[in-house]
């Protein structure tokens, strides 16, 4: 078992920033893909930004402006997000799978999501 917990959400205004941590503890972080989805309300669950061993991959509509990062040693994932926008208003969620991939449904762990708020 993995267990996953988000922070640093928070009610900001459009382009603003903030940076959203992932502490992982269980089993061992390092071999895992972590992520970040997101959800507004009546949406579905979007996949937004990956990191494995040997690579980082975005959805189109965070790219350039959003930057996940991962610290092996302090069993972490970071989501920087710049330049936000209302758009990006949704819960987050960390999550961890054994493969590579934007697809949910491939995921073994979830946290528990942490609210983003972006006000025009």
């Known amino acids: 078992q993995v267990q996953l917990v988000e922070s640093g959400g928070g009610l900001v205004q459009a382009g603003d920033s903030l940076r959203l941590s992932c502490a992982a503890s269980g089993r061992t972080f390092s071999p895992y893909t972590m992520a970040w989805f997101r959800q507004a309300p009546g949406k579905e669950r979007e996949f937004v930004a990956a990191?494995?061993?040997?690579?980082?991959y975005y959805a189109d509509s965070v790219k350039g402006r959003f930057t996940i990062s991962r610290d092996n040693a302090k069993n972490t994932v970071y989501l920087q997000m710049n330049s936000l926008k209302p758009e990006d208003t949704a819960v987050y969620y960390c999550?961890?799978?054994?493969?590579?991939?934007?697809?949910?449904?491939?995921?073994?762990?979830w946290g528990q999501g942490t609210q983003v708020t972006v006000s025009s």
């Open positions: 999550a961890a799978a054994r493969t590579s991939t934007r697809y949910a449904g491939n995921y073994d762990y």
């Open positions: 990191i494995s061993w040997s690579a980082d």
